[in-house]
């Protein structure tokens, strides 16, 4: 017996509820035969003849072929999507020329003299490609491609059907699936699901999970490395010089203010605050002396001594009597007075004010600074005729104590009278500007 083959066209998915071996004909609005002897690349080996039928095609040698002398058996339906559109007329289908063989090609005269379909699958007598499965038809077989392969060994490229949710893997026959960096595969092999990387605890501080990745942020007082996961402190004192009054420490995540001796750290916990040594009992001086607090500081006076001429007049005067010669030309009393100045304080500034305490009649005074100003950092400024202020021309810079001579000079022409009085200001000034 002649060989034959049958070889078809599987599309990735029927159109329109076609069964196999047709194709969906969108004017006819109906499903139409597809001539494999015409679409299929050389369907038939050797010298076999491509027969076209509905649904599928023949393969016969040259020299068996002839018209049938009788009309064409019928043949069952196989197609698993159930039957087609009505086929319209046949082609004939060729028959065994010689007289002794009753019956047509694909069919052997059985023991009841009928003629009996030849199940070239089991017989192995088929030529379907081993990437094929062999389908009995009677008079014939189908090759069938089996999943994922095209005709003639070609497979499918499933990956251009986006089987994969995210990458995609061609194989012969199959495909695979994989994600991207951040996603894990689901249980159905196809889909892809994120990875939440905080579980792992990646970051220094605190982790949010995005899709398909994470990002690390840090708390207050830090930033995030070059790395992206970890945090490095901030030097807030690097920023400005600002931030303290004095002193910036940096510290992990934040910085501190501190103040030199003498002064401690304000609410604000930036600016310096003087401590009053004096009213906390946190000084040296003695029962005897009196202690006198200045910015950043203190110091402790002694008891006034008077010298003579002069005679103590009260616990911070003294006063040369008029009735001793030796006081004659000397100021009438001296009054010692203390205060405190900030180094590099702003100028101009009024600092002190003295005034005449007794008034004489057809009396004016004059204020004047008689010694102590050698630098010129200060000078007197007449604000009424019994009053004048002490002003800082120029800043001064501490630690220093300067003594200052003020002297009001009183002239009363009336009773030909000539006296002055002396206010010997000792200013402490601080070594820091605060």
């Given at each position: 017996m002649g060989n034959v083959l049958c070889m078809c066209l599987l599309f990735p998915a029927p159109l329109q509820g076609c069964r196999e071996g047709f194709v969906y004909d969108r004017r006819a609005r109906q499903c139409i035969d597809v001539d494999e002897c015409r679409t299929v690349p050389d369907p038939c080996r050797g010298d076999m003849r491509c027969v076209n039928?509905?649904?599928?095609?023949?393969?016969?040698?040259?020299?068996?072929?002839?018209?049938?002398a009788y009309p064409e058996p019928s043949f069952p339906d196989t197609s698993p999507l159930g039957p087609g559109p009505e086929p319209g007329p046949g082609p004939s289908y060729p028959i065994v020329s010689r007289p002794s063989t009753p019956c047509v090609l694909g069919y052997t005269l059985g023991e009841d003299g009928t003629c009996v379909d030849i199940d070239e699958c089991?017989?192995?007598?088929?030529?379907?490609?081993?990437?094929q499965v062999c389908i009995n038809t009677a008079g014939g077989y189908t090759c069938s491609c089996t999943e994922g392969f095209w005709p003639v060994g070609q497979y499918i490229d499933e990956c251009r059907y986006g089987y994969c949710q995210q990458l995609c893997a061609n194989l012969p026959g199959s495909y695979s699936c994989s994600c991207n960096p951040g996603f894990n595969l689901n249980t159905?092999?196809?889909?892809?699901?994120?990875?939440?990387?905080?579980?792992?605890?990646?970051?220094t501080h605190g982790c949010?999970?995005?899709?398909g990745s994470f990002m690390c942020n840090c708390d207050e007082g830090f930033e995030l490395a070059a790395d992206g996961t970890?945090?490095?402190?901030?030097?807030?004192?690097?920023?400005?010089?600002f931030l303290c009054q004095h002193t910036c420490l940096n510290t992990p995540g934040s910085f501190s203010c501190a103040c030199p001796p003498g002064y401690y750290v304000f609410e604000d916990g930036r600016s310096c605050e003087d401590l009053n040594e004096c009213d906390s009992g946190n000084n040296t001086?003695?029962?005897?002396?009196?202690?006198?607090?200045?910015?950043?500081?203190?110091?402790?006076?002694d008891p006034l001594i008077c010298q003579p001429p002069y005679i103590e007049f009260s616990d911070n005067q003294c006063m040369c009597p008029a009735e001793n010669p030796a006081c004659r030309d000397r100021p009438f009393t001296i009054l010692y007075r203390h205060m405190d100045l900030s180094s590099g304080r702003s100028v101009p500034a009024d600092i002190f004010q003295m005034q005449a305490t007794t008034r004489y009649p057809g009396a004016f005074y004059i204020f004047q600074i008689k010694s102590g100003n050698e630098g010129r950092e200060f000078y007197m400024r007449q604000t009424s005729n019994v009053s004048a202020t002490l002003v800082l021309a120029r800043p001064v810079r501490g630690p220093k104590t300067v003594v200052l001579d003020l002297e009001m000079v009183t002239v009363n022409n009336v009773i030909n009278f000539r006296g002055s009085s002396i206010i010997r200001l000792t200013?402490?000034?601080?070594?820091?500007p605060f």
């Open positions: 039928r509905n649904g599928g095609y023949l393969c016969m040698t040259q020299s068996l072929y002839s018209q049938p089991e017989a192995q007598s088929h030529q379907c490609n081993p990437t159905d092999s196809r889909t892809c699901q994120d990875i939440d990387e905080c579980e792992t605890d990646p970051c949010l999970n995005t899709y970890t945090c490095t402190d901030l030097d807030e004192c690097s920023f400005s010089d001086c003695t029962t005897a002396q009196v202690c006198f607090n200045f910015q950043g500081g203190y110091t402790c006076l200013i402490f000034v601080s070594e820091h």
